[in-house]
């Protein structure tokens, strides 16, 4: 069975730090896909990246980066110089194949508080 | 503008009486879900639909029924709703390329609450 783990439930940087969100997953697949979503205080979920399982290079976008190591089945997320506008949830998610359907499982969330 | 829509957005009901919650999304995508969000444990996928007439169960189907009779609607009905299923619900699309699905996009959700 798939499964996304954010160990960090809630992490408090001060504006201009960067900080590092982890995801671990597992899967039996060998081919899924990998996303990140952002959910501000407005409640909407805000899609940020998505990979497969065979592209394992590093992804820059702008503040945000992520980490991609299928040794160890991680996934994490950085952001650099970090804002208040960055103050969000943000959550893990795993989509692969389930007896010929599609399961999406998503982590718990790690819920980031910048401080100004 | 692509989107998709949930309504209503926010729902207080009784126990048992039953509802339903519309999605519909304007992508022509195949591939549909239902989600709920409860704090601590992140979102659950509920019910979700590859292509019209074809649904299967998430990981907490109980209490919940979908149906998919046009591609463009996956409506959630609770039959008899009870407070446990007090929540905030968001419905999802994406493409399905290949047999695997592509990003969703989701509604701005549903914030139900059952007394």
């Known amino acids: 069975a798939q499964k996304v783990t954010q160990a960090q439930t809630e992490i408090s940087v001060v504006e201009k730090e960067d900080v590092t969100l982890d995801c671990v997953y597992e899967?039996?697949?060998?081919?899924?896909?990998l996303f990140w979503y952002k959910q501000p205080p407005s409640g909407e979920l805000v899609f940020l990246i998505r990979?497969?399982?065979?592209?394992?290079q590093n992804e820059i976008s702008g503040r945000y980066s992520w980490n991609f190591q299928k040794s160890t089945s991680s996934f994490n997320f950085t952001i650099t110089a970090s804002q208040v506008v960055d103050s969000a949830v943000y959550f893990c998610?795993?989509?692969?194949?389930?007896?010929?359907?599609?399961?999406?499982?998503f982590g718990t969330g790690t819920k980031l508080q910048v401080i100004p | 503008e692509a989107q998709v829509t949930q309504n209503p957005r926010y729902l207080i009901t009784v126990t048992g009486k039953k509802l339903t919650v519309t999605c519909s999304q304007n992508?022509?995508?195949?591939?549909m879900s239902w989600y709920r969000q409860d704090p601590g444990l992140g979102l659950r996928q509920i019910y979700y639909?590859?292509?019209?007439?074809?649904?299967d169960k998430g990981d907490v189907p109980e209490g919940y029924k979908v149906s998919r009779k046009e591609k463009r609607n996956f409506p959630l009905i609770l039959e008899s709703p009870s407070p446990n299923q007090t929540s905030l619900y968001f419905c999802?699309?994406?493409?399905?390329?290949?047999?695997?699905?592509?990003?969703?996009?989701f509604g701005p959700g549903t914030r139900l609450l059952v007394l």
């Open positions: 999802a699309s994406s493409l399905k390329t290949g047999g695997y699905q592509e990003t969703q996009y």
């Open positions: 899967t039996r697949d060998t081919t899924y896909y």
């Open positions: 990979r497969n399982s065979f592209d394992e």
């Open positions: 998610a795993l989509s692969e194949r389930s007896g010929g359907y599609q399961k999406v499982t």
């Open positions: 992508m022509n995508h195949e591939y």
């Open positions: 639909s590859m292509n019209v007439e074809v649904t």
